[in-house]
């Protein structure tokens, strides 16, 4: 059974860090791309950043441009986002997503097949 699991959400004030964590189990990671994406209340669900099979090529979301890192280690099936200078709009429930069709695109989720449930992040003071 192909399954994703986020962690690493949590509180954080405004200008913290957060890391979090996506753990992938039933398929082989490096066959897959993986998009981030988050939804806050009342708002449609936003691409964040993905990443390549193998980790050589990122997109980025103009919002989380310079203060996002994501990251994979397939070894470990495990995929990363680093977020650094938070900021409350950022606040939402992040999910991770995983692409079999090989585009790495945060415009849409229409290109991800699988899903995991979320966690949720709140940046506030």
């Known amino acids: 059974q192909l399954q994703l699991v986020e962690s690493g959400g949590g509180l954080v004030q405004p200008g913290g860090s957060l890391r979090l964590s996506c753990a992938a189990s039933g398929f082989t990671l490096d066959t897959y791309v993986i998009g981030w994406f988050r939804q806050a209340p009342g708002k449609e669900r936003e691409g964040v950043s993905c990443?390549?099979?193998?980790?050589?090529?990122?997109n980025y979301a103009d919002s989380v441009k310079g203060r996002f890192t994501i990251s994979r280690d397939n070894a470990k099936g495990m995929v990363y986002l680093q977020m650094n200078s938070l900021k409350p709009e950022d606040t939402a429930v992040y999910y991770c997503a995983a692409g079999s069709r090989g585009l790495c695109t945060v415009r849409t989720g229409s290109w991800y097949d699988v899903w995991g449930q979320g966690t949720q992040v709140t940046v506030s003071s």
């Open positions: 990443i390549s099979r193998r980790g050589s090529s990122t």
